[in-house]
């Protein structure tokens, strides 16, 4: 009975047949080869642990880079702490829309001009911004001056946005290809350091990293870090 082909992984930010072209291993992808499907699933366990791991290291959530829920980009709702600015930092910038903003029970409409208070997308799209408006002292708390703002507080801040990526960004591509092309080259000499012909007095040495640092840069590229505007 043949090996049930593995399912393509939801977070996978590449396919196996793109894998397979990158490899120069066609074979993984063509069901008329005797080594069809284990090559396969051997490709396909490779990139969705190598996915899943890429969400770990840079901190974001499932589909922020893949594109999923509204219009194909993902759909995120967050409870924050006010930081007493007008402007706030989401987790899973850039923002696409932004569909609610609430703090400390009061809802925010979304502000379409300069002098129109309510909340809009920041010049930084990793931020959402509140502005009161033109003549607006900011009657309706919370305000800070002449502007509304993200109050301070625990927990008193709604978010609800559509961010991150509708498709995988080149680079972490590029870099997902490379970094599953070792990880698939390496099953066969788990832990060899080197390895010496002594017939045609030759010797193979591999590299000791786990991934190239064009990898790991583009990984910190995408590494979420805390961001603030001062108050």
């Not at 063509?30 to 284990?38: F, H, K, L, M």
């Not at 594109?67 to 696409?96: C, Q, W």
């Not at 995988?168 to 390496?186: E, F, G, N, W, Y």
Request: proline share 6%.
């Amino acid at each position: 009975m043949a090996e049930p082909v593995l399912p393509v992984g939801p977070n996978d930010l590449i396919t196996v047949q793109e894998l397979a072209d990158w490899a120069n291993t066609p074979t993984a992808t063509d069901s008329t080869q005797p080594n069809y499907p284990v090559l396969q699933n051997i490709f396909q366990v490779a990139i969705t642990g190598w996915s899943s791991l890429v969400l770990q290291i840079t901190g974001r959530s499932p589909g922020y880079f893949t594109g999923a829920g509204h219009d194909a980009y993902t759909l995120f709702t967050e409870t924050r702490d006010g930081n007493g600015s007008n402007s706030m930092g989401v987790k899973n910038g850039p923002i696409e829309e932004i569909f609610a903003v609430e703090v400390n029970g009061i809802s925010f409409n979304e502000s379409l001009q300069w002098n129109q208070g309510g909340f809009y997308i920041d010049e930084n799209p990793n931020f959402i911004s509140l502005r009161a408006g033109a003549g607006q002292l900011g009657n309706n708390l919370p305000i800070f001056g002449r502007t509304w703002a993200f109050s301070l507080g625990k927990g008193n801040v709604a978010l609800q946005y559509a961010g991150g990526f509708s498709s995988v960004p080149i680079d972490l591509v590029t870099a997902s290809l490379k970094a599953c092309t070792i990880i698939v080259s390496k099953r066969l000499r788990e832990d060899e350091g080197s390895r010496t012909v002594p017939a045609q007095g030759s010797v193979t040495g591999y590299r000791a990293y786990k991934w190239p640092p064009e990898v790991q840069q583009v990984l910190t590229n995408y590494t979420r870090t805390i961001m603030a505007y001062p108050a």
